[in-house]
């Protein structure tokens, strides 16, 4: 569903993301994972469209990201770091706006603004100002936002960062029902979300794709079977007892 | 005409203005300024004219704008930027010109919308003579059209940068040299040191000739095409300038 190839990005003389290639499919769940800086966010920019690549190629269910952008972006659904938001819109009114732009007719529309509002559980927020929300009920309602079209292929960018554990809970176990029928890309510096809910992983440093693999495969590489200490060797380069990379 | 993603975005930023203060006290501001000033025990004074039309009206329309269109415009993308929601509204599928395209006639509506709350003007000085409609008519579609252009310049500045503040004060310098181009003390003061092909080419820049000759009721094709060239310069400008530089 999705096909990276070769992808880099530099912003001047910072290159932050060089040469990542990597597929999705459907039933994926691929953990992009990664110390913070090391490109994930850029590398998901630039699948749903919104930076421009400096070479490689994207291709999201054969749709060229970079001359059929609209295309491509009409089956994603995207969540991005922080889940931006127009905070002085109403959470209902929010939702009805990316229903319409999302092109869902008039008559569907309330029924899928119900049911994003019932899967994310934002019954009792739904007349609120999203700016009196707490950070996870945003978390929420953006999530809603990239459900609501029923899309492909989901990307969520740190999707339980700031959570609290229950709400942490909620959402990886969302993220499992939904991946049933989806491929989904998160990104994560929780190790731990990678091992509950992810089938594959990708670890970046620096804007280099330093391993693809499984999470079971990953811990099958420390004898004491922690993603932890995999993590550290990758990614700052220093061999770490009980770590064999090869 | 209009693209349905361009429709979406114009409703959505229309109703924006009215989601917070800064609809409501622009329209008071702007309302309760133009008619003080038109009312004004001044020379150029509405009663004090003797004159059935509204040129008192027209005449302060550029410098009540020079501080209140920047404030329409500052939040059109700065906003954007600051809150990164830009990146949530780019990464549907919205082309960068439908989105910019939207915003922009959504602050133009807006700003029509207060021109036309000024009608208790027009029944006044039709209570009290017989003025020449055609002029009052030419009168708010070059009032119409300056505010296009006055947006399309903000859209750019706000499209520039993260902070509001700066775009407003951007927006305000350049729409001010836009204005004083065509005023007769600046024109006097450069003639002294300029050759006159540029005073020429300065003055028929100038957005105060075009407004002025406008206003008179004459409907002349070359005001018309100056705030059309403008408006679509500034504009295709803002668009180049977010599509390289999202972030």
Known sequence: MIEVKNISKSFGA????????????????????GPNGAGKSTSMKMITGFLNLDSGSIKVSDFDIETQRTNAQEIMGYVPENAPLYEEMYVEEFLYFIAEVRRISIKERAHKVEKVVRMCALINVVGQRIETLSKGYKRRVALASALIHDPKILILDEPTDGLDPNQKHDVRDLIKDLSKEKAILISTHILEEVESICNRCIIISEGVMKYDGTPSEIKSKSSTGSIEDVFRAMTLNENIEGVSLC | MLSYQTKVILKKEFSSYFNGPIGYLFLIIFLFGMNYLTFEPGSGS??????ADLSAFFNYIPWMYLFLIPAVSMKLWADEKKSNSIELLLTMPIK?????????????SFVGIALLCSFPLVLTTLYLGS???????????????LAGAMLSIGTFFSALTKNQVVAFILTVVICTLFIMAGSPPFMEYISTFLPKYFIDLLESLSVLNHFESMGRGVLVLSDLWYFTLLIVFWI????????????
């Open chain 1, 14 to 33: 910072i290159q932050a993301v060089s040469n990542i290639s990597f597929s999705l499919e459907k039933g994926d769940v691929l953990g992009f994972l």
């Open chain 2, 96 to 108: 960068v010109q439908e989105a910019v395209i939207g915003k922009f006639l959504a602050s133009w």
């Open chain 2, 131 to 145: 003025p020449d409609i055609g002029v009052i008519f030419f009168g708010y579609l070059s009032s119409f059209l």
């Open chain 2, 236 to 247: 295709v400008v803002s668009i180049t300038l977010i599509s390289e530089n999202k972030a």
């Open chain 2, 46 to 51: 509405y009663f004090l004219m003797r004159q």
